[in-house]
């Protein structure tokens, strides 16, 4: 209600009842009641908090201590203290794939105090694991992307394939024969190489590992012809003229190997997948506060020292609006499903 019309209701009240002796101050009370919540900006509301933050925030992440997801967490969330004058607490909560951290958020309360670091697990967990209890879209409030990083396929140095067009080509004369290892069934390696197999229209055979490096030992070592893996992974063992990288996955080249094509470079069209790292809060977050964390984050991944570190572990630090994550999100999340569907691949 604006001023105007609120001045015409406080005179038609005053009409009807100011013949009561008593009830003639009325209206200017009324009018000074109406006048104050017409003061409050609606920013104020819509943020919640008026104080936020008060207290400290916690960062939730579904992985243990020591990996990429808990360091960058902790990257992050230490200058994002320093932003916002309280700390912000990593919190490892791990299990069922990341589900244990996701539904923890999920039943949180929206008020800005606790948010999740997500991978792109986030969105394919709900498709390999129909009782994940979470719904990436509608479960939560994105709020805004913090890194990103390229998938890569590679064989080993001495292997007799040059290119991905000659890797795809021999997968097709002998299809379901040319190997290639991930770390595990169900990893994000293995739905990228369902994905490419099925835009490249080809068939490869999948090995699976139990995660760690042992598939680019064995690449290595000559056991298996390819590998998809993360591109950081493969660097060491590129710069030691051990293993060659074929193509990285995404939308352009990568600072890490620039000298290597993209997918759709080397011919095939409209592959683009990358994993990414971002920040979501509980369902219902006030859009005030989802704009004052999406600041901050940006604030936080445009310092220097906070996008070296990011690039060190192998990712490009890249913030973006809440709604682009919230896009992002939903895309993945039908694209994954579709993938895991239509390769037929059950986790055990």
């Known amino acids: 209600m604006d001023t105007g019309h609120a001045c015409l209701v406080i005179d038609a009240i ?18 000074a009641f109406l006048g104050a919540v017409l003061a409050v900006p609606p920013s104020a509301a819509a943020q919640g908090d008026a104080a936020w933050p008060s207290r400290p925030l916690r960062l939730v992440v579904g992985a243990g201590p020591g990996g990429n997801v808990d360091i960058t967490a902790r990257i992050v969330g230490r200058r994002m203290a320093e932003l916002l004058g309280q700390p912000v607490v990593v919190d490892n909560r791990v299990g069922a794939g990341g589900a244990i951290a996701f ?23 709900v498709a390999l694991n129909p009782n994940a209890g979470y719904d ?3 479960d939560f409030t994105a709020i805004s992307t913090v890194s990103f990083f390229a998938y890569a396929v590679a064989v080993a140095a001495q292997s007799p394939h040059a290119t991905l067009a000659d890797l795809l080509a021999a997968a097709r004369q002998k299809p379901a024969t040319l190997g290639y290892g991930t770390g595990g069934v169900g990893s994000g390696q293995h739905l990228v190489a369902e994905l490419l197999s099925a835009m490249a229209g080809v068939k490869f055979l999948h090995v699976p590992y139990k995660g760690g490096t042992a598939p680019v030992t064995d690449l290595v070592a000559g056991h298996i012809p390819m590998v998809v893996e993360i591109e950081s992974v493969l660097v060491p063992q590129v710069r030691a003229g051990k293993v060659r990288v074929l193509a990285t996955t995404g939308p352009a080249r990568t600072p890490l190997l620039p000298e290597v094509p993209t997918v759709v470079e080397a011919g095939v069209r409209d592959f683009s997948v990358q994993g990414w790292l971002g920040v979501l809060g509980p369902r219902g977050l006030a859009a005030g506060l989802v704009s004052r964390l999406n600041a901050t984050l940006r604030d936080t991944l445009a310092d220097p020292a ?14 973006g609006s809440a709604e682009a994550f919230a896009t992002l999100v939903r895309e993945d999340t039908l694209r994954w499903a579709r993938v895991v569907r239509d390769a037929n691949i059950q986790v055990q």
Do not use: C, W
């Open 103 to 125: 539904n923890l958020v999920r039943q949180a309360v929206a008020d800005g105090y606790t948010l999740l670091l997500a991978p792109t697990g986030f969105t394919t967990g």
């Open 136 to 138: 990436p879209v509608k």
């Open 14 to 31: 005053g009409r009807h009842i100011g013949r009561l002796p008593a009830a003639r101050a009325l209206p200017a009370v009324l009018a």
């Open 306 to 319: 906070v996008s070296a570190a990011i690039e060190k572990g192998g990712a490009v630090a890249r913030p």
